[in-house]
Structure formats: C-alpha cells, structure tokens
C-alpha cells in the first residue's frame, strides 16, 4: 500500500498522528497474521543451525521448520553436497534465530520421519520465521499440513520475493520450470512447474492433470487416491482445470513422462491466464553447474 499524502490530510490530521496510526495497523496486522492460530507446542531456544531451514535446540531436539524449503546442505557420506546458495541461507536463519527463545505451533504430525520435530518458529520478538525466510527470498513454500491455514500467507510472501529477485531467486536453477521445458535433471529434485493443462482424466481413483499431449513422454500431475476428496472440495470438478494455467511443486519423477505427485492440494496454484514464465532464460543445463551445486539423484525428499 502507498501512502499519498494531501494538504487536506496533512491540515486535518497532524502527521505524528497519522504516523502512529499507520504503525499500529500494521503491528496488528502482523499479529494477526502468522501461525498463532495453530496450536501451541511449547518454547525452547535455538543452539545451533544446521541449515536454512534446520535447527538444534538447547534440549538436543532436531527441528525442521515445517511448511518451507531452503537450499540443502546433504551431509551423505558417498557424496557430500549442498545445492546454490546453501551457505547463504543458513548464515540468514542464523542471523534471526541463534541463541534466541522461540514458540513452537504446531498442525499436524509433530515429528517427520527422520524423527525432526516440525513446527511452525515465532521468534520471543513476534517475528515469524518461516515468514521471514520466504520474504527474504532464503526458502520456497513446502507441502505441510499447517499449508491449509497459512498457505494463502507464505505463497504471497513466497511471490514477492520471487518477483523481487531475491536469495535464491535470483539464481536461475531455482526457476520456475516450464512444463514443456523440464529435462533429466530435474528428475529426483524438488521443484516448482507452471504450465497449462492439456488434458484431465480418471483412473483406478487417481486424477491425472496432463500437461502435454503425451503422459508418456511429457509432464503430469497425478493427484493420489487419498488426496482426490480434498482436491476436489478446493478445486471441484477438475475437469474443469482443463486449459487452465496452474503452478505446482513437488519432487519430480519418472512415471513415463516427468510427474509431481499431489498429496495435499494446496501444492497447486491456480493462476490467472495472464500468469507468465518468470524468466525466459533457457532451464540450467546441469553440464554449466558444478557437481556440488546439483541435487543428488539419490537424496529422498526431506
């Protein structure tokens, strides 16, 4: 919002006032914003980072910052790696969170299957965490289950940064992929994929969203069979999606074409139709990046 100023408003309100008044709207709306409203599930304080969007607390607890994705740094003992901009991403949660107090909200499984608690972080400030991150453009909005009540929140936080160019949006090898543009690499990598469906169809009580005219050999959206009521009680017939432009994120694998695999809705963005490409660049060929800085096709998703 702009703030435009008249010599009526300035004659009429003093301006100390019209300031004060400004800051408290905007301190109450960030209060009631953000993931208070889901359970609370304790305080603790932040001993270590072990990356973008890990941390150790005092109590030796691993703690994963649920609903987000930041660069990772992958501690395998065949290949060692971190992807672009891992290091830049720990030292900004770093910068926020080390040795501060912070409570804990939790949606959901409260431990992931590495046994890593999951939590949305409001730091002993009021600063949300995640939020942070995104705004800073460090992290991408991850699938969670607290998605469904902040999810309109961090894709807006998420959009900004992206179409401000920045942390990691402003490296190309995480772009928005094209549908029909996708390659071997991007295969085993987590990924966000915008196109427009060709095609919608039923089978064995999974929903397929084709995004070329051959599933065989081109990209596919398949919504799994737990997840169809859900889908369908936020998209409703999705056949109706047919021609639409939609943006989705996943892991990308191999199921005769390219494929995401939706298990919660809200991996979907529907766009308008004037949603563009954010950038025309050509997708990195994984020959003009270093080995350390690609993901490793035998990294399971977090």
């Known amino acids: 919002m702009r703030w435009s100023p008249t010599l009526t408003s300035r004659r009429s309100v003093p301006f100390g006032l019209v300031l004060l008044l400004a800051c408290s709207l905007w301190v109450s709306s960030a209060q009631a914003a953000g993931p208070q409203r889901l359970p609370l599930g304790g305080t603790a304080v932040v001993k270590a980072v072990m990356s973008g969007d890990t941390v150790i607390l005092s109590d030796g607890r691993v703690l994963r910052l649920s609903g987000i994705q930041a660069p990772r740094?992958?501690?395998?003992?065949?290949?060692p790696h971190a992807?672009?901009?891992?290091?830049?991403?720990?030292a900004a949660l770093e910068r926020l969170v080390?040795?501060?107090?912070?409570t804990l909200y939790v949606a959901g499984p409260r431990q992931d299957r590495h046994d890593r608690l999951l939590a949305q972080l409001?730091?002993?400030d009021g600063l949300w965490l995640q939020g942070e991150m995104l705004s800073l453009g460090w992290a991408r909005v991850m699938v969670a289950p607290?998605?469904?009540e902040l999810g309109t929140e961090m894709y807006a936080m998420e959009q900004t940064a992206r179409e401000a160019r920045r942390g990691i949006w402003d490296n190309r090898f995480y772009a928005v992929r094209d549908s029909n543009a996708l390659g071997p690499h991007d295969l085993?990598?987590?990924?966000?994929?915008?196109?427009?469906?060709?095609?919608v169809s039923l089978s064995k009580g999974q929903i397929y969203l084709n995004f070329g005219a051959n599933w065989r050999t081109d990209f596919s959206?398949?919504?799994l069979r737990r997840s169809v009521k859900s889908f369908r009680q936020l998209y409703g017939d999705p056949r109706q999606l047919q021609g639409r432009v939609l943006r989705v994120r996943g892991w990308v694998f191999r199921h005769g074409g390219s494929e995401i695999e939706i298990s919660?809705?809200?991996q979907v963005e529907r766009g308008a139709e004037a949603i563009a490409p954010t950038s025309s660049e050509p997708e990195p060929d994984p020959s003009s990046l270093s080995p350390s800085s690609l993901p490793s096709p035998l990294s399971p998703p977090p």
Do not use: H, T
């Open 83 to 90: 992807w672009p901009l891992a290091a830049d991403a720990k």
């Open 188 to 199: 085993d990598s987590f990924q966000v994929v915008e196109g427009r469906v060709v095609s």
């Open 98 to 102: 080390m040795g501060r107090s912070v």
């Open 264 to 266: 919660m809705p809200e």
């Open 73 to 79: 740094i992958v501690q395998s003992r065949a290949r």
């Open 146 to 148: 607290d998605l469904r």
């Open 122 to 124: 409001v730091r002993d």
């Open 221 to 223: 959206v398949r919504v």
